[in-house]
């Protein structure tokens, strides 16, 4: 699909991307000397994610002045937070990695109009790959259309997922999930990075992605890609309604289905039977009690 055919909101939301990209790369030359401060525990902000998130700020509201944004760093200080427009932003997914050098992480663009996602952009500025989708239109990366892969058998598949890092976390209750999905797969990989991570569903590199604890900028662009590649993103039980609840599922619609009854008893929807019965299970593994702490509210996944 070429530039002029695009959604004009979505040339500017690769343009913003774009020059995210370049600042994420040249930092990238000489990652031992950036700045880094820590917001919680394992939860770590570089003064790239700032310059990168400023420079799609700028872009964005030159553009479209009368527009909002919800982004990672800074919140919703800029633009207007009363517009039906608002763009979602993840500046750099995947800081832990970029710290450390470690090339998996990438910028997140989304519009919402009237709380639907309508434009996403992931763009992986190692790889220059850039990811994009317009509602109804389809997904593509590089200007080829993607679509979802063709496995359908829960036993051949590539599962991506995400690790709990917080305190406070529950990784008793994520390490039985990870061993309820590692044995019915081929393989399950942690690259580090959940819009990215969303790409690749979407590309077909992988065939489903998990996570608990994510925030809307990790999941709103990605969740579009998956979409429009023809694949299936809810919640553990299998709602649709996902953005905002902090665990997301995503596959091509028959492995998104045969995950659903592995995972949705983990699900914090799980009825009161399933929840006692996941509690009983970890117990008996000699484990300390779930705790069902929900992870703070405000705590975005860093990554």
């Not at 800074?74 to 800081?95: K, Q, V």
């Not at 990366?141 to 829960?154: A, D, G, P, Q, Y």
Request: net charge negative; glycine share 8%; proline share 5%.
């Amino acid at each position: 699909m070429s530039s002029s055919s695009l959604h004009p909101m979505l040339n500017m939301a690769i343009k913003a991307a774009r020059a995210a990209g370049a600042i994420i790369n040249r930092a990238a030359l000489d990652v031992e000397s950036v700045r880094v401060s820590t917001k919680q525990v394992n939860d770590f902000v570089t003064e790239v994610d700032q310059a990168s998130e400023q420079a799609i700020i700028e872009t964005l509201l030159t553009a479209y002045p009368d527009h909002g944004i919800l982004a990672e760093e800074s919140g919703n200080e800029y633009g207007n937070p009363r517009s039906n427009h608002i763009w979602i932003i993840d500046p750099l997914d995947g800081t832990t990695n970029f710290i450390h050098g470690f090339p998996v992480y990438c910028v997140s663009i989304a519009l919402a109009v009237n709380g639907r996602i309508e434009q996403a952009v992931v763009y992986d500025p190692t790889r220059n790959d850039l990811f994009t989708a317009t509602r109804g239109r389809g997904a593509f990366l590089n200007e080829r259309r993607i679509r979802v892969s063709k496995r359908t058998l829960l036993r051949d598949t590539l599962i991506t997922t995400g690790f709990p890092f917080r305190p406070g976390d529950n990784f008793k209750q994520y390490m039985a999930m990870l061993s309820d999905v590692m044995q019915r797969t081929s393989g399950v990989r942690r690259p580090g990075a959940a819009a990215l991570d969303l790409a690749y569903v979407a590309a077909g590199f992988s065939d489903g992605f998990f996570e608990t604890g994510l925030s809307i900028w990790d999941v709103a662009a990605g969740s579009l890609l998956v979409t429009e590649a023809g694949g299936l993103v809810g919640n553990f039980t299998g709602e649709a309604d996902f953005l905002e609840q902090r665990e997301v599922l995503a596959g091509t619609p028959r492995i998104y289905g045969q995950l659903v009854p592995i995972l949705a008893k983990y699900s914090k929807f799980a009825s009161a039977g399933d929840k006692a019965g996941v509690r009983q299970a970890l117990n008996d593994d000699g484990a300390e009690p779930a705790a069902d702490t929900p992870a703070e509210p405000d705590a975005g996944q860093a990554e």
